[in-house]
């Protein structure tokens, strides 16, 4: 008995949560922004600590993905004696799948993480606090700018990811094992469509940066204010955010490339 | 048209089962520093964040300036709020910012000022709290002591209508303490505004306040000018203002019997491991 009560207890807590979440970010999305220029000025000071501080982890992570793939890709091929395939292989698992899915669990980790422990130790510090007291929205001032910087940089670096990861390939393919490079382009050029897989990737990205970014200040504004309560919420930002990556990877999967 | 810039009427408070304030009303004389005093966890700091609007009453009413708080829209309370600067206990500064830029800050926000204009108001506040010097600091940089002369600097920025001290004296040293007594006294008599000074402090807080409450389990206990607040036979203002440890305030938080809590016993013959 008390088992059934404990989960209905908990189902009603996270519904609530969610429910919570969700008038939140209508509240951040929908609100009149002070000036245009005070907009960007927060916007761009945003996107250089979530994005561009981001490139190095993207970078590097994607250079050896790449690299992997391109191994691995070749051990299999060549079996078949389809090792030219390698780049369509490549191409194709990168800017449909890993590009997307690998940079916004690296983007959860690295300035989802980072996003959600500063605005929750900005609670712990009264600081959004004295915003309201000062007649100034956090919603506004805090959430918002972080929240559209995440929107705008995680399809950017999921782009930068996949390109250094086709690159990183070629390196491997043509460059070590011997693969010719024209075969290994014009193959690539051939099956790799713009619209769909190019397009698909980057909706997927986005998709991806709506989750993860919501989560992430809203488990910071939410965040119990002690340090313990900022350590949960930076958990819960990580593990929430990389569950909700994978779930709706499968569901925009099946949408997108699903044949039924 | 009345007189009070707050009025508190029949206002309660709980934190769970624990009642804050039981029916409290509190009126805040415009143009007037009001001292709010007590025990500490009697939520004198509640109080200002209820007159903030930042928590809502259980039941009663707070107008601010006319406008009833707890029931104004999110957007109706962000314009009331432009009326008030605070004080936090912490200070509460921005971080990522440095001392000038937080004074500045309200400014910024709230008007259309050049940045020369800017320029020359944070100057003038940051030399009143003695802290013009320490304009491209960040707050990491700053003594306790410090970072709170800078917050009040911030709060009357704006020269606001209402400021709200929560412990301003507290970290002071004598000279600095002495400097934000009469700077408090000063912007009252100068601009007229309206201070709730949030205070232990007896003598300072009773020194420049013109009318004075003090709150103990959840009830106003005491209420006046600064003179019949010394005069009062109220045993209980009596030993708040004396600093007595006994007397009708209790010291303790309320607690089970003590040597029960501690499962001791006369003849225990226990000792230490």
């Known amino acids: 008995m008390k088992s059934i009560q404990y989960i209905g207890s908990a189902s009603l807590a996270w519904l609530a949560s969610f429910g919570r979440g969700g008038l939140f970010l209508f509240q951040v999305m929908f609100h009149k922004p002070k000036s245009l220029s005070s907009v960007f000025s927060l916007l761009f000071k945003q996107i250089y600590s979530v994005g561009v501080l981001s490139l190095v982890i993207i970078i590097v992570s994607g ?37 997307p899915v690998v940079t916004a669990l690296l983007f959860a980790g690295r300035a989802c993480s980072a996003l ?23 919603y506004r001032r805090i959430i918002a700018p972080r929240f559209i910087a995440g929107l705008i940089c995680l399809p950017i670096l999921s782009i930068v990811f996949s390109a250094v990861g086709i690159l990183g390939g070629e390196f491997v393919a043509v460059g070590w094992l011997g693969i ?19 397009v698909n990737g980057i909706i997927k990205a986005f998709c991806f940066a709506i989750a993860t970014t919501w ?24 593990v929430l955010g990389s569950l909700s990556i994978l779930a709706l990877d499968f569901i925009l999967t099946a949408a997108m490339f699903g044949d039924f | 048209m009345s007189n009070n810039f707050v009025d508190i009427q029949n206002m309660s408070f709980y934190r769970g089962d624990r009642a804050i304030y039981k029916d409290i009303s509190i009126q805040i004389p415009k143009g007037k520093i009001t001292a709010i005093m007590g025990p500490s966890g009697t939520g004198k700091t509640t109080l200002l964040r209820l007159i903030g609007g930042q928590l809502k009453p259980d039941s009663g009413d707070i107008f601010l300036d006319g406008k009833n708080v707890p029931y104004l829209s999110r957007k109706d309370l962000y314009l009331v709020r432009k009326k008030i600067g605070m004080l936090f206990q912490s200070g509460a500064l921005f971080t990522d910012i440095n001392v000038f830029d937080n004074v500045a ?50 709060a009357f920025a704006l020269d606001p209508e209402l400021v709200m001290y929560d412990e ?14 009469a700077l408090i006294k000063r912007l009252n008599e100068s601009v007229g505004m309206t201070s709730v000074l949030v205070s232990h402090d ?57 040597q029960l809590d501690m499962n001791m016993h006369v003849n225990d013959g226990g000792r230490l491991k």
């Not at chain 1, 099956?191 to 897989?197: I, K, L, N, R």
């Open chain 1, 116 to 138: 959600t422990a500063e605005i929750g130790l900005m609670k712990a510090t009264e600081q959004l606090s004295s915003l309201e007291m000062m007649g100034v929205d956090p």
């Open chain 1, 215 to 238: 989560i992430a200040v809203f488990q910071g504004y939410e965040c119990e204010p002690t340090s313990e309560g900022i350590g949960r919420a930076t958990t819960r930002t990580v």
């Open chain 2, 202 to 258: 007896v003598s300072d807080s009773l020194s420049i306040a013109d009318y004075v409450y003090i709150l103990s389990g959840g009830n106003v206990v005491a209420k006046g000018t600064s003179e019949e607040i010394r005069q009062s036979n109220d045993e209980r203002v009596i030993q708040f203002l004396g600093g007595l440890p006994d007397g009708p305030v209790p010291f303790h938080f309320d607690a089970a019997d003590y």
């Open chain 1, 180 to 198: 010719h490079g024209g075969s290994f382009w014009s193959l690539m050029q051939q099956s790799v469509f713009f619209s769909t897989d190019v």
């Open chain 2, 168 to 181: 301003p004296f507290a970290g002071q040293d004598p000279i600095s303490k002495g400097v934000v007594v």
């Open chain 2, 105 to 154: 800050f309200p400014l910024r926000e709230h008007t259309d000022f050049s940045e020369e204009i800017i320029k020359d108001i944070v100057l003038m506040k940051l030399q009143s709290v003695g802290l013009r010097g320490a304009a491209q600091l960040m707050p990491s940089e700053l003594s306790g002591g410090m970072a709170r002369r800078a917050a009040l600097a911030r």
């Open chain 1, 63 to 99: 250079l050896f993905i790449g690299m992997v793939l391109a191994l691995q890709g070749y051990t299999i091929l060549a079996q078949f004696g389809s090792e030219q395939a390698v780049g369509q292989l490549l191409a194709l698992t990168l800017l449909r799948e890993l590009g």
